[in-house]
């Protein structure tokens, strides 16, 4: 059974830029969660998308969002990317409750 | 204060030490209990989860939960050198939005 993939593994970008990172749950998974984890603030929650609606939503500013398509599969996206958004970002993905996560994509902004 | 409190160590032990993890949290909404470990390198993955108080045992694992006090644990017994990971507690008062601890790093010493 394939597991929760997400891409790239490792992105690099310059202050101001915007990325995308994307999040392929398993199969027959609906609920697609995204994280930031930095050494200093942990694991923090960003949002959470169901069925194509975002569901939560963390405490992040706008210049982060995402979506999730009709096959599960997510994008977030960051736009105008600062120094502080370098973190490694997961995604989790649940049928119920109990998240199934990612290896991550490591961002990190020059 | 945070919401949830967790020694970040690092914590080095023996091989075959027991090994208590531990953390603290101030919501007391919060109901389901959960522990990830987390390699290097790696998103987190799912150890054990508890709903409510008490005791949960899994192989070398035991999770504990004390609602009273706001206090959960984690016991690995007979640590291996393959235990050394971070270790994330998370809690939630619906099971849907979860709230992370920062992280307890542990090394097991060959």
């Known amino acids: 059974k394939a597991g929760v993939t997400q891409t790239p593994r490792y992105l690099i970008k310059t202050r101001g830029q915007q990325v995308t990172l994307s999040c392929s749950p398993i199969s027959g998974h609906r609920s697609v969660s995204w994280y930031q984890q930095t050494p200093g603030q942990g694991l923090q929650f960003l949002f959470e998308y169901f069925s194509e609606t975002q569901r939560n939503k963390g405490n992040f500013p706008g210049r982060f969002s995402g979506r999730q398509f009709s096959n599960s599969r997510s994008e977030m996206n960051v736009s105008t990317l600062e120094l502080g958004d370098s973190a490694l970002y997961l995604c989790?993905?649940?049928?119920?409750?109990?998240?199934?996560f990612g290896q991550g994509t490591r961002l990190t902004v020059v | 204060q945070k919401e949830v409190e967790q020694d970040p160590g690092p914590l080095s032990v023996p091989e075959g030490a027991i090994v208590s993890l531990n953390c603290t949290y101030s919501?007391?909404?919060?109901?389901?209990f959960m522990w990830y470990r987390q390699y290097s390198r790696k998103g987190p993955e799912l150890l054990m989860y508890?709903?409510?108080?008490g005791n949960k045992e899994d192989g070398r694992f035991t999770a504990q939960v004390d609602k009273s006090s706001k206090y959960i644990s984690l016991f690995i017994r007979d640590s291996q050198p393959s235990d050394s990971a971070t270790y994330l507690c998370a809690m939630s008062d619906d099971g849907q939005n979860f709230v992370f601890g920062p992280g307890t790093r542990l090394s097991v010493l060959p």
């Open positions: 508890t709903y409510s108080s």
């Open positions: 989790a993905s649940s049928w119920d409750r109990w998240g199934i």
């Open positions: 919501n007391s909404a919060f109901q389901y």
